[in-house]
């Protein structure tokens, strides 16, 4: 059982290891371009999150949910936009507020008509 414990330190040492990255995604209707910018800690969770409501047809967002019954979960995608990691002199509040100017950059770039407040 020695091996055992051995993996399991390892990939404990390996997830402490591990950097933070986040970054800003964008959440589109196919059927009519309307779109939900948005900034995460852990942008991957997140889209697994999406992943998951598609599959069992549930909406991720409250704030998708009138579009989410009209037009079907398979209407949406999911599209990381930018990923930024953290850096190791960065508190968790820093890091956050460069992911809301990641997400106010990216707004600058997109269509404000289409995007769902």
Do not use: H
């Amino acid at each position: 059982m020695a091996g055992t414990s051995d993996w399991k330190r390892e990939l404990r040492n390996e997830y402490k290891e591990r950097k933070t990255s986040g970054g800003a995604f964008m959440i589109t209707n196919n059927e009519n371009g309307r779109y939900v910018l948005q900034g995460a800690v852990n942008v991957r969770r997140f889209q697994n999150r999406f992943d998951f409501s598609k599959d069992t047809g549930s909406c991720v967002l409250t704030k998708l949910q009138q579009e989410w019954n009209e037009y079907g979960a398979k209407a949406f995608k999911f599209e990381v936009l930018e990923e930024i990691e953290m850096k190791d002199t960065q508190t968790m509040k820093e890091f956050e507020e460069d992911l809301q100017l990641l997400e106010e950059i990216w707004a600058e770039k997109l269509d404000p008509k289409l995007r769902i407040p």
